[in-house]
């Protein structure tokens, strides 16, 4: 089975540009979240999403959006880049298990802005 | 105050040793709590959650002191191998918010 897949695994922009990233969550999983981990700290929420309907949203600028399929794969779009911009932005596919989300994490997608 | 506090260390221990991680988180209505391990430019992955009677798994022992609001992971006989970042998670709210905190490092020294 394949786990949370995310592409690309590294890019570089430069600051005004916009970037859009990927993910697939665990087969059958029908909830996603986006994480921003800029080096140093620990990952930040920044969406989560379930069945296409965005369930929470993290303390994050309007330059930052997502969206998920119907397949339940979901975008993370960011906006006018900043240099701060610069980190591993993780999803991870949620599933409840005994009243809690687990979190199984995708490899990353590594965002450089010059 | 942040929502959930780490030392970050570094936690330099030599092999064999016992080491101990504490962690503190602010909101009293916290539900769900959890150690995720995180090595060197890799993703974070499920450790171990934390349950209010405690749990043990294996050469880690995880405790949540819920008067005191804080959860910690207690490391016996470590393992090169267990040199990683160790990071506390804590969920809340209806749809379960995570919040994680810094994290904190461990070397294991030969």
């Known amino acids: 089975d394949a786990g949370v897949t995310q592409s690309p695994t590294h890019l570089i922009k430069t600051r005004g540009q916009h970037v859009t990233l990927r993910c697939s969550p665990i087969s059958g999983h029908k909830s996603v979240s986006w994480y921003q981990q800029v080096l140093g700290q620990g990952p930040q929420f920044i969406f989560q999403?379930?069945?296409?309907?965005?369930?929470g949203r993290g303390n994050f600028p309007d330059r930052f959006s997502a969206r998920q399929f119907p397949n339940y794969s979901s975008e993370l779009n960011v906006n006018a880049l900043l240099l701060g911009d610069s980190a591993l932005y993780l999803c991870?596919?949620?599933?409840?298990?005994?009243?809690?989300?687990?979190?199984?994490f995708g490899a990353g997608s590594r965002l450089t802005v010059l | 105050r942040k929502e959930v506090e780490q030392d970050p260390g570094p936690f330099n221990v030599p092999e064999g040793a016992t080491v101990a991680f504490n962690c503190t988180y602010s909101n009293s209505a916290s539900q769900s709590f959890f150690w995720y391990r995180q090595d060197c430019r890799k993703e974070p992955k499920l450790l171990m959650s934390?349950?209010?009677s405690g749990n043990e798994d294996g050469r880690f022992t995880a405790q949540l002191n819920r008067a005191s609001q804080y959860i910690s992971l207690l490391i016996r006989d470590s393992k090169l191998s267990d040199s990683a970042t160790y990071l506390c998670?804590?969920?809340?709210?209806?749809?379960?918010?995570?919040?994680f905190g810094i994290g904190t490092k461990l070397q294991v020294i030969p």
């Open positions: 999403y379930y069945e296409k309907e965005e369930r």
């Open positions: 934390v349950y209010s």
């Open positions: 998670v804590v969920g809340s709210g209806g749809y379960q918010k995570v919040t």
């Open positions: 991870a596919s949620d599933i409840r298990e005994n009243g809690a989300n687990v979190l199984t």
